[in-house]
């Protein structure tokens, strides 16, 4: 798993993917 917390570039990318 990605720590979400390591990017909050990366959190938003990843939210949009859960999409």
């Known amino acids: ?3 979400y917390s390591a990017s ?3 959190n938003m ?3 949009t ?3």
Do not use: K, S
Request: a negative charge; proline letters at 17%; glycine letters at 0%.
């Open 8 to 10: 909050p570039r990366i």
């Open 1 to 3: 798993m990605i720590p």
């Open 13 to 15: 990318i990843i939210t």
């Open 17 to 19: 993917y859960e999409e």
